[in-house]
Nanobody, 119 residues
Framework: QVQLVESGGGSVQAGGSLRLSCVGSGDFYSMNCLGWFRQAPGKEREEVAIIYTDGRTTYYTDSVKGRFTISQDNAKSTVYLQMNSLKPEDTAMYFC????????????WGQGTQVNVSS
């Protein structure tokens, strides 16, 4: 079992920055794929950023490329999402996910942290 706890959400004005953190525990070190997802009201959950735990490969959805950066600190069992130049359309609940493989449905999820961006 893997437990994930997100933090770092909040309310900012457009153009501002936030850094989300996700701390893993349990069998976290067996995970090979970590990711951040978001879900806005009335919309489906979407993939925002993915990182392979070897640290060499990352993926971003087009709408956040150049603004968001996913990273990990293995010593702290933490994955981060640095969000810069935030836009109102980034408003959503952000979730951390983990799995042994990338490309499929993630098996482990945190409870989410809310991000609100005002214009």
């Amino acid at each position: 079992q893997v437990q994930l706890v997100e933090s770092g959400g909040g309310s900012v004005q457009a153009g501002g920055s936030l850094r989300l953190s996700c701390v893993g525990s349990g069998d976290f070190y067996s995970m090979n794929c970590l990711g951040w997802f978001r879900q806005a009201p009335g919309k489906e959950r979407e993939e925002v950023a993915i990182i392979y735990t070897d640290g060499r490969t990352t993926y971003y959805t087009d709408s956040v490329k150049g603004r968001f950066t996913i990273s990990q600190d293995n010593a702290k069992s933490t994955v981060y999402l640095q969000m810069n130049s935030l836009k109102p359309e980034d408003t959503a609940m952000y979730f951390c996910g983990a799995d042994t493989e990338c490309g499929g449905v993630f098996g482990y999820w945190g409870q989410g942290t809310q991000v609100n961006v005002s214009s």
